[in-house]
């Protein structure tokens, strides 16, 4: 099944669909509820920097952290990650708080 004596076959000739691109940068995404929800619980005092994120195990050491806007947060941070939603900087920012591109 597929012998096409001895050209190519059909399934090796068509492209493959999809587009994997090599420089590509993947984060790991930390929502604002988590981060309300760490200081609820008293794991968090009031700055949230790398170190903080590897210990709750929200990332691993060699991860790209980006904090996204879902939840509200309503203690007053110094949050330091790699990036930052727009909504996420304006609700650490209105909570008082202070947001840290690495």
Do not use: W
């Not at 949230?48 to 994120?53: K, Y």
């Not at 309503?74 to 790699?82: D, G, I, N, Q, R």
Request: hydrophobic residues 40%; proline residues 2%; charged residues 30%.
């Amino acid at each position: 099944v597929g012998f096409e004596g001895g050209q190519m076959p059909l399934q090796r000739r068509v492209p493959k669909f999809g587009f994997n691109n090599r420089n590509r940068k993947e984060y790991q995404g930390i929502n604002l509820d988590t981060l309300q929800r760490l200081v609820d619980e008293g794991k968090i005092k009031d700055t949230v920097d790398f170190e903080v994120i590897t210990a709750t195990r929200l990332a691993g050491k060699n991860d790209l952290v980006k904090i996204l806007g879902r939840g509200e947060l309503k203690a007053k941070l110094k949050v330091s990650a790699h990036k930052f939603t727009a909504t996420a900087k304006a609700a650490i920012e209105a909570a008082g708080g202070e947001a840290v591109t690495l």
